[in-house]
């Protein structure tokens, strides 16, 4: 990336309407799932929970030799392990794999089949106990594994100079692309949130039910809110035209000095979640009291 064009996710990412750099992230590997989901969806839940598992293996291929170069290195690393691949397609346009497929196919296929337990004639005892011993496996896995430095992650902890950044190292895992560590330390905790809460119903769970029902609507819809949120701070900050293009940034609008404090970035994701409980409750009702085919994906 040495020349000054600038990278882009999705529009409503950079604002560039040009594409220079086309970002392949977690939108691109959901469709890939979703397609080789498809393929699968015939065979029993059994083999797609083993297939699902043995995706869960793939940090193996940190510790044996792969292909250094040429179309079979990139295709490694393209499906399985890039972290930043990069990619030129043509003099003014590029590709970058943030996400690849074989992790998140993983968690993709083991999550289709553990939604087999929120079935309505699934027991709710039953499925609580199953929910709570996976979480506690994923979570009792990441800390054996992650202290000992034995597999799961690409860059091992060490003890830090002081006790906090020792705890930041230890769980300082890879997300790009996910190591077992990051899956474990993320899906356990999940899944035992998920069999404490098994039946409570308050306000909360109420409101927070209401964004669990769009999932796909609010994370599309909150990209482009963020970016008119950008744009406006952008202005009111002081800076003008002449600052919405920075070189070698991956967004516009965003100069090297720009930003928010902490606490700024914590209104800042408290006010974008307030302003699209509205939406999100709408759409929610509309995919209720319709039944086009398109409405399932959101």
Request: hydrophobic residues 55%; contains cysteine; glycine residues 6%.
């Amino acid at each position: 990336m040495a020349d000054n064009s600038r990278i882009d996710y999705h529009f409503c990412y950079t604002l560039d309407p040009f594409y220079h750099i086309l970002i392949l992230q977690i939108i691109w590997v959901i469709g890939v799932g979703m397609v080789i989901l498809g393929l699968l969806i015939w065979l029993p839940l059994s083999v797609i929970a083993v297939v699902g598992l043995l995706f869960f293996g793939h940090d193996i291929l940190n510790i044996i030799k792969l292909p250094a170069e040429g179309t079979g290195s990139f295709l490694w690393k393209f499906f399985f392990t890039a972290v930043a691949l990069f990619r030129p397609l043509d003099k003014t346009h590029s590709l970058l794999v943030l996400y690849t497929v074989m992790p998140w196919l993983g968690v993709m296929l083991t999550g289709y089949v553990l939604g087999l337990v929120y079935r309505p004639t699934f027991d709710s005892a039953k499925r609580k106990k199953i929910l709570f011993t996976a979480g506690v496996i994923l979570v009792v896995l990441f800390v054996f594994l992650r202290a000992f430095n034995m597999y799961g992650d690409p860059a091992p902890w060490a003890f830090q100079r002081t006790t906090a950044l020792s705890v930041i190292s230890f769980f300082n895992v890879s997300k790009y692309p996910p190591s077992l560590m990051y899956l474990c330390m993320t899906v356990g905790p999940g899944l035992l949130l998920l069999s404490a809460v098994e039946k409570v119903d308050n306000q909360l769970t109420r409101v927070l039910v209401i964004y669990g029902k769009v999932p796909f609507f609010y994370y599309v819809l909150h990209f482009y809110l963020l970016r008119l949120l950008n744009v406006i701070l952008f202005f009111a900050q002081g800076y003008g035209t002449k600052s919405i293009v920075t070189p070698k940034s991956i967004m516009l609008f965003r100069p090297v000095e720009y930003g928010l404090n902490l606490f700024g970035v914590y209104v800042v994701w408290l006010l974008v979640i307030a302003l699209l409980y509205l939406p999100c409750r709408w759409f929610s009702r509309y995919k209720h009291t319709h039944q086009q085919w398109w409405l399932s994906y959101l």
